[in-house]
């Protein structure tokens, strides 16, 4: 693995400038060619979208996406000239960060789909007087924390990975696994909404029907090993994250913040994740195989109980933090109420939490147990307002 021809990495970089130029022009009468160019001709190709439920099987509901990406989304930049690339024969594993770009501007029509988002929220039977209160003041919050320009543009960290298949001379995408940075908490709570279980469903049914399936005994047993042992053990050892991740096999793990972790660092992602446990929705995971190569993409649950007395000194000692960066004294000031309507509103709903998330794996079979390659997590992207990724993006002024 990571070895290829300076001929390979020439005409993989054209695939993923491509890629780019597609998404720049936002052409939709060349969407089908794009389309047909650009991704794998068999049935197994896939395309796992920032938001929960977005799961396109096949060449037909790419196509719904690229045309509606193309048509509604923001503006994708993606740094495709310096990638993640690993490539194996006729396979390749790609790893590009980048952003999206969200424009708001002061319009009626903006204000009025806040005011729908506050009569749903108020109106909502499900959830108690503090939740819709806490929700409020995080959405007005947002609303108004903004700067004083009539149209105002943010760039939101955004990731994609990916594998690719070699046809003939041509390489082209298999699977794809696109992410937005999480902000302080996941977007989707199950405690805050049935809509977000309903989605983490809808996604799980979509896979269900994936003709291609070709996930194993051997690989489910893997996933269950890593979901029992990896996450919330108070014992890690280097020992056991080489049992999944070989240090013979240098890989890749890009974490819900798109940080990314390899060798010994891969150790430090999973000791954070102390005090959680994870549930993978195994009967759903679907799998492709090539050669010593599997992907594999599930969803899943993670379940932690929130410390309110931890989460308060955490949020002191980041109030003292803010106050001493290098910016304007009202930027500072935003940034604190920010930090306190997340808290509050996570708080709102009860010490312990739901959250769903997405896993992209890509596995080596070419030893007596599989290997991750590359490990894509993700939650699902779902609130779009202003100012909600503020500290982990680069503002456009």
């Not at 597609?22 to 991704?39: H, K, P």
């Not at 993670?302 to 989460?311: G, L």
């Not at 739901?354 to 993700?378: C, E, G, N, W």
Request: glycine share 4%; aromatic share 12%; charged share 25%.
């Amino acid at each position: 693995m990571n070895k290829y021809t300076d001929c390979e990495l020439l005409q993989i970089i054209e695939v993923l400038k491509r890629f780019q130029e597609g998404y720049t022009l936002r052409n939709v009468d060349i969407a089908d060619s794009f389309v047909d160019e650009l991704y794998s001709s068999e049935e197994e190709a896939y395309v796992l979208g920032t938001g929960t439920g977005e799961l396109f099987l096949g060449k037909d509901r790419i196509l719904e996406l690229i045309k509606d990406d193309w048509n509604y989304w923001g503006d994708v930049s993606l740094y495709y000239e310096n990638p993640y690339l690993s490539v194996n024969d006729d396979v390749a594993l790609i790893v590009m960060q980048g952003s999206v770009k969200y424009s708001f501007e002061d319009t009626p029509e903006r204000y009025d789909n806040y005011l729908n988002f506050i009569r749903k929220k108020m109106s909502d039977q499900e959830l108690t007087s503090q939740q819709k209160i806490t929700f409020l003041n995080w959405a007005l919050m947002l609303t108004y924390h903004q700067r004083d320009d009539k149209k105002r543009e943010y760039q939101w960290p955004l990731c994609l990975s990916g594998v690719m298949k070699k046809e003939g001379e041509k390489w082209k995408f298999t699977q794809q696994h696109f992410s937005i940075s999480v902000a302080d908490y996941p977007d989707e709570r199950f405690e805050n909404s049935k809509d977000h279980q309903e989605f983490f469903q809808k996604q799980n049914l979509i896979a269900s029907v994936y003709r291609k399936n070709q996930i194993t005994e051997q690989h489910k047993e893997f996933l269950k090993e890593f979901e029992q042992i990896l996450f919330g053990n108070k014992n890690l050892t280097q020992e056991v994250i080489n049992h999944f991740f070989p240090e013979s096999d240098p890989s890749l793990l890009i974490g819900p913040d798109h940080n990314e972790y390899s060798g010994n660092e891969i150790n430090q992602y999973f000791m954070d994740t102390i005090g959680s446990s994870l549930t993978l929705a195994l009967y759903y995971a679907i799998a492709t195989s090539v050669n010593d190569l599997t992907w594999i993409t599930v969803t899943g649950t993670i379940e932690q109980d929130i410390k309110k007395d931890q989460q308060l000194e955490q949020l002191i000692q980041r109030i003292n933090k803010i106050t001493e960066c290098d910016s304007t004294a009202k930027e500072k000031i935003f940034m604190v109420q920010r930090r306190i309507a997340y808290l509050l509103k996570e708080e709102s709903s009860g010490g312990h939490s739901t959250y769903p998330l997405r896993m992209s794996f890509v596995l080596s079979d070419s030893k007596d147990k599989p290997a991750v390659q590359l490990l894509h997590i993700s939650y699902p992207s779902y609130w779009i307002f202003e100012g909600k990724v503020d500290e982990i993006s680069e503002q456009v002024h």
